[in-house]
């Protein structure tokens, strides 16, 4: 059994260009978890660090892009709603972000797996460089 204080975290580095968002969602999230490791406790966050680039990039299978709409709440009447097209005009990052956090488990451990994820639109820049991620392929059929 994994302990809070023991777990050791590593930085890996995923490049989303071309990647299908469903199935870079669900390789992101286990590692997140901590399914990829043999410590894996579903009581104790035992995930690692995800640095995401190349976010604006991400392919929808289908015709997703003109059907999905992503719709939230404002405290005013009625939602608002954009379609995935439009969000990936305003922000690409929250396409990716939004994926991942879905299929996260819904407890008070989500919060912090989803903050050791960074997601960056373009390029290969992040300010993560210190931490020497490892380049890891995710998504591949």
């Given at each position: 059994?994994?302990?809070?204080?023991?777990?050791?975290?590593?930085?890996?580095?995923?490049?989303?260009?071309?990647?299908?968002?469903?199935?870079?969602?669900?390789?992101?999230?286990?590692?997140?978890?901590?399914?990829?490791?043999?410590?894996?406790?579903?009581?104790?966050?035992?995930?690692?660090?995800?640095?995401?680039t190349n976010?604006?990039?991400?392919?929808?299978?289908?015709?997703?892009?003109?059907?999905?709409?992503?719709?939230?709440?404002?405290?005013?009447p009625g939602?608002?709603?954009?379609?995935?097209?439009?969000?990936?005009?305003?922000?690409?990052?929250?396409?990716?972000?939004?994926?991942?956090?879905?299929?996260?488990?819904?407890?008070?451990?989500?919060?912090?797996?989803?903050?050791?994820?960074?997601?960056?639109?373009?390029?290969?820049?992040?300010?993560?460089?210190?931490?020497?991620?490892?380049?890891?392929?995710?998504?591949?059929?």
């Amino acid at each position: 059994m994994a302990k809070t204080g023991e777990v050791e975290r590593k930085w890996f580095l995923v490049d989303a260009d071309n990647k299908v968002v469903g199935r870079l969602a669900r390789d992101i999230a286990m590692v997140l978890m901590g399914k990829n490791k043999p410590i894996y406790t579903p009581h104790v966050d035992t995930g690692d660090y995800v640095i995401v680039t190349n976010a604006d990039k991400v392919v929808f299978t289908g015709k997703k892009w003109d059907r999905k709409r992503y719709t939230w709440y404002t405290q005013y009447p009625g939602l608002r709603s954009e379609t995935a097209r439009e969000r990936l005009e305003k922000k690409p990052e929250l396409i990716l972000t939004e994926a991942v956090r879905r299929m996260l488990p819904k407890n008070k451990l989500a919060k912090q797996m989803l903050a050791k994820l960074k997601v960056y639109r373009s390029g290969e820049q992040h300010p993560h460089q210190a931490q020497k991620p490892e380049a890891i392929e995710l998504a591949v059929r």
